[in-house]
């Protein structure tokens, strides 16, 4: 969103109308903020309200121009009201109760604006994306799953289809037993939504869909659906790059294009593109660190090693675990199980040192179990 979204010239009238923060979460002076508000993940657009210290609107996931617009007119207008309907202040209570990491009551609040939500509510599709968010950070997969299914008639032709579809399928991929009938149904409203011209999503988002598609083919042992999905994704994924007017726009794709060379099999493809890319951002721990992991998949562990010494330099806060994790890897690849343990034992040690806020149990208690493993 940063190269694509907020450049654009027409966002500018709402300068004078929002103060424009952006929050480092690798930052430890940012830790008391992420607290407060939890980031589940990125980007994530909050609009807060500082006279009465609350949440206005909360959306998780990318969004286009007109969807940002939308949204920031939707959370000014619910900024004035004098009061609200209850389908909207059923969905505001949602909003902040999901900012504050309440997720299974923000679920409540949600399925209530949803039973409130007049005809034609103009926020409809965004409180249906919400739910099945929430149903998904709570691991509930087989009712997030099943409300996908219920919600995707309401919202079929919109850009939100996308995120109720491809979330939907995600937890329906990791539901068990496994109903093969909700998969497929869902696959086919994802991939439905991948064919609508009319629906005007990013690339970025795009490939989210591939990935969907992609991860749900492999749980269910469909090596040649994975192969040809992938396949897609990869050349899918280079033709976006291809059209990037900037640097910055090229560079949004490294991730994603990295991960389908390296299921494919051919992680070398992405070596020029990351090193491009690290001669583009020099200050940026991102290309040394998806080098690092590239190189490993080679088998180049020694220059795996050099590039994640010069992420490492460049990373703070949470990264580096991270980092320090695909280290040990490398090490446990090379035979080296000493070193392993060492650079896992100084993972722990620095996720231990995090503040609140920005430290994860849910990573200590991981890596001390991978530590455990390391003879």
């Known amino acids: 969103m940063k190269a694509y979204v907020y450049t654009d010239k027409s966002l500018e009238r709402y300068a004078g109308r929002f103060v424009w923060l952006?929050?480092?979460?690798?930052?430890?002076?940012?830790?008391?903020?992420?607290?407060?508000?939890?980031?589940p993940a990125l980007p994530t657009l909050l609009v807060l309200d500082a006279k009465r210290g609350q949440v206005t609107l909360r959306y998780v996931g990318g969004a286009t121009v007109p969807q940002v617009k939308k949204l920031?007119?939707?959370?000014?207008?619910?900024?004035?009201?004098?009061?609200?309907?209850?389908?909207?202040?059923?969905?505001?209570?949602?909003d902040g109760l999901a900012a504050a990491?309440?997720?299974?009551?923000?679920?409540?609040?949600?399925?209530d604006a949803i039973a409130a939500a007049p005809k034609n509510w103009p926020r409809f599709g965004r409180t249906a994306e919400s739910l099945i968010y929430a149903l998904s950070s709570t691991a509930d997969y087989a009712r997030c799953a099943t409300r996908a299914l219920e919600l995707y008639p309401r919202v079929k032709g919109t850009v939100s289809a996308a995120n109720v579809a491809s979330t939907g399928l995600a937890c329906a991929a990791a539901?068990?037993?496994?109903?093969?009938?909700?998969?497929?149904?869902?696959?086919?409203a994802t991939q439905e939504v991948f064919d609508d011209p009319k629906i005007v999503l990013s690339d970025d988002d795009r490939s989210g869909l591939y990935l969907a598609l992609i991860d749900s083919r492999d749980a269910a042992g469909d090596d040649e659906g994975v192969v040809d999905l992938q396949t897609g994704w990869s050349a899918f994924l280079d033709q976006s790059a291809a059209r990037a007017k900037t640097a910055?726009?090229?560079?949004?794709?490294?991730?994603?294009?990295?991960?389908?060379?390296?299921?494919?099999?051919?992680?070398?493809?992405?070596?020029p593109m990351l090193e491009q890319s690290q001669r583009d951002f020099?200050?940026?721990?991102?290309?040394?660190?998806?080098?690092?992991?590239?190189?490993?998949?080679?088998?180049?562990?020694?220059?795996?090693?050099?590039?994640?010494?010069?992420?490492?330099?460049?990373?703070?806060?949470?990264?580096?675990?991270?980092?320090?994790?695909?280290?040990?890897?490398?090490?446990?690849?090379?035979?080296?199980a000493k070193t392993?343990?060492?650079?896992?034992?100084q993972a722990i040690a620095e996720a231990k040192a995090l503040p609140e806020g920005q430290r994860s149990d849910r990573r200590i208690a991981s890596l001390e179990k991978r530590l455990a493993t390391i003879e």
């Open 22 to 39: 952006a929050i480092n979460t690798e930052d430890a002076a940012n830790a008391a903020f992420l607290k407060q508000y939890p980031i």
């Open 72 to 94: 920031l007119d939707e959370a000014e207008q619910s900024y004035r009201a004098r009061s609200l309907s209850p389908a909207d202040a059923a969905l505001a209570k949602g």
């Open 101 to 111: 990491g309440k997720s299974k009551e923000a679920v409540k609040a949600f399925d």
């Open 175 to 188: 539901v068990e037993p496994r109903n093969e009938t909700m998969v497929e149904q869902l696959e086919n």
């Open 248 to 271: 910055e726009q090229r560079a949004v794709y490294d991730s994603h294009r990295l991960s389908a060379y390296v299921a494919l099999g051919i992680p070398g493809k992405a070596i």
């Open 282 to 336: 020099p200050n940026d721990y991102n290309p040394p660190a998806r080098l690092a992991y590239a190189y490993k998949e080679m088998k180049e562990y020694d220059k795996a090693l050099a590039a994640s010494d010069r992420a490492l330099e460049l990373a703070t806060g949470p990264r580096r675990i991270a980092l320090l994790s695909t280290r040990a890897d490398v090490y446990v690849a090379k035979g080296d």
């Open 340 to 345: 392993a343990r060492e650079t896992l034992e």
